[in-house]
């Protein structure tokens, strides 16, 4: 590992204290490009207009007409946790705006596959349906469309995918990455372009005289489920994302939301004032995410979706009982994944350039996990195969993949396929994360033909980790009230949590938890004494060590004091 220090325009950071930004935060700030205090507005009026999204007018005129003739609305889901949060935001959105009957389907992942098929279109004809709605899917459903279009379905897709050679030929499209779109988020999540049409809706119904500004309905109350969805997506935190995010969170810490939001962060021991963007990637989001690993996202939709209290304590705890099984299963496939990668090499030798384990007993549903922690600890673009559970597909193998900055996975797998004709029986994804099915009898050749892709592609200096930190914390920073102050802001996916590294001494160190699989270090900073932990890692440190860590408050006796975690070192 590389430990490297962002660097920080000094006159950026200057101009940011000058106008009464902390100065911790103004340098914070000024490393992830922020020039002016104005761009941390996170007022709404600051929201990129909805004007700006291409199609969106097509999409409020073929709602309200649906909405004016009473017609039945279905909304098609993802199944993760920005198609789960999407479709709530569909469904309470369309029913503030008058639409009587809103029903919703979510695809099973194992017989359905992914996105707007045939057979779902015609199971949305045969629920009654006259419009069907995509909500973070469908770009690249050209026979699903045909086939709801056959059928006499209005069709809206609502998606921020990237979109194939070929679009859909739906009613309407809108996704900021559709050919021509100018929307300056690219980045905005699946239940971010549903908030944004249901925007767009409101202000037509405006126009239409169904409302005035004085008694339109508010669509602030979901601003919560739209800040949740952003996060767990892990879509870039762009100046729009962020507001969308802060609006969101706002609302939670004053315990506005809906129940099923208060529920999950019960249940996860978390309390709403002090909510953050670390409890919508770590606490919320695994939870509505576990429903459709390794049982039906409908769970977590419904838990989303009720206004009953007692239903949504209900669903929660049902959620956390699901993720707490997804975790042990997690847990040994993680093991076995990792013998199985650590055989492909000697010790002592570096790893392959790409990896891809397959085990008869691995579950589908927590391959794209057990690969990213694979991807993590190794530092490779890692596959992990599962065979598939879909009635006559059994000699079929689906796999999840991770990859690492400079490696484009899923245009490795296109080159994969031209190489190797039949070994992709069908693929997709984007740079960072890719899912594929190969058949049984061919993974070697798939595994062989992966590693040479990367072995073409990659570097030494690719394929050595970096890490990137913000330097040294001046030890007057290290103070618990400050702590608070950095938890509040938002941080995530490209507006990196705040993350300081510095050469320390360490003075003990001992394995922790139940499985023994922590470190807890105790270590010298710029003097004083200091407690620091680094989770899932075992291997003991030297005297000193140039150590990356972020900011944590340990509470124990009603004493509150900061301690480090862990985020990597580097010996020198």
């Known amino acids: 590992m590389k430990i490297i220090a962002r660097d920080i325009p000094p006159r950026a950071a200057w101009a940011l204290e000058q106008a009464g930004i902390h100065p911790l935060l103004a340098r914070l700030y000024a490393a992830r490009g922020v020039t002016a205090k104005d761009d941390l507005d996170d007022g709404l009026a600051r929201l990129l207009p909805p004007a700006g999204l291409q199609g969106i007018e097509d999409a409020a005129r073929l709602l309200a007409d649906a909405i004016a003739r009473d017609q039945r609305l279905c909304i098609v889901a993802d199944y993760d946790c920005d198609g789960a949060t999407a479709c709530a935001v569909a469904v309470r959105g369309l029913r ?5 009957h809103v029903d919703y389907l979510v695809p099973d992942r194992v017989v359905d596959g992914y996105g707007l098929t045939p057979p779902i279109a015609r199971r949305v004809k045969e629920r009654g349906a006259d419009v069907l ?16 279009k056959a059928l006499g379905l209005a ?21 900021p990455n559709q050919p021509g779109c100018a929307f300056e988020s ?14 767009a809706l409101r202000s037509e119904l405006r126009a239409r005289g169904v409302f005035d500004t004085s008694n339109q309905p508010k669509l602030d109350p979901l601003l919560p489920l739209v800040a949740l969805g952003t996060v767990a997506d892990v879509v870039r935190l762009d100046a729009n994302n962020r507001r969308l995010v802060a609006q969101g969170l706002k609302r939670i810490r004053a315990g506005q939301m809906p129940p099923g939001i208060a529920a999950l962060l019960r249940v996860a021991g978390r309390q709403p004032p002090l909510a953050s963007t670390f409890d919508f990637g770590f606490a919320l989001g695994p939870r509505i995410n576990a429903a459709r690993r390794l049982a039906d996202m409908t769970l977590g939709i419904e838990c989303l979706l009720t206004d009953d209290t007692a239903r949504a304590d209900h669903l929660a705890q049902q959620l956390d009982a699901i993720n707490r099984e997804r975790r042990e299963i997690e847990g040994g496939m993680r093991e076995q994944a990792q013998l199985l990668a650590e055989d492909l090499f000697e010790d002592g030798e570096e790893p392959p350039p790409a990896i891809s384990v397959f085990d008869p007993d691995f579950h589908e549903g927590v391959v794209g996990i057990v690969a990213s922690r694979i991807k993590d600890r190794l530092h490779r673009p890692t596959f992990v195969f599962a065979a598939s559970g879909a009635p006559g597909k059994e000699h079929e193998l ?5 990859s690492i900055p400079g490696f484009h996975l899923r245009d490795a797998l296109d080159l994969v396929a031209k190489r190797h004709p039949g070994v992709l029986l069908r693929f997709g994804g984007h740079a960072m994360a890719a899912g594929c099915t190969v058949p049984e009898d061919r993974f070697e050749e798939f595994e062989q033909a992966l590693a040479q892709v990367a072995r073409e592609w990659l570097d030494a200096a690719t394929l050595t980790r ?20 950095l938890h509040r802001e938002v941080w995530g996916q490209g507006f990196a949590p705040p993350t300081f590294s510095e050469e320390v001494q360490v003075l003990s160190q001992r394995l922790v938890g139940e499985a023994k699989n922590h470190l807890s270090i105790k270590l010298i900073h710029q003097g004083q004494p200091v407690d620091a932990i680094w989770f899932g890692h075992t291997e003991p440190l030297p005297a000193r060590v140039l150590l990356a860590f972020r900011l944590d408050v340990n509470e124990w006796k009603g004493e509150r004091k900061v301690q480090f975690l862990v985020e990597g070192a580097q010996v020198k």
């Open 155 to 175: 069709v809206l897709i609502t998606d921020h995918h990237l979109p194939g050679l070929e679009l859909p030929q739906a009613d309407a499209i809108v996704n």
């Open 133 to 148: 709605i995509t909500v973070d899917n469908g770009i690249a459903s050209c026979e699903g469309v045909a086939q709801a």
């Open 186 to 199: 690219k980045s905005i999540a699946g239940v971010g372009v549903m908030f944004y049409v249901l925007l």
């Open 466 to 485: 970096k890490l990137e930190t913000d330097g040294p914390l001046a030890p007057e920073y290290r103070r618990a009230d400050l702590v608070d102050t």
């Open 96 to 100: 503030l705006l008058g639409a009587q």
């Open 398 to 402: 689906k796999g999840s993949g991770r």
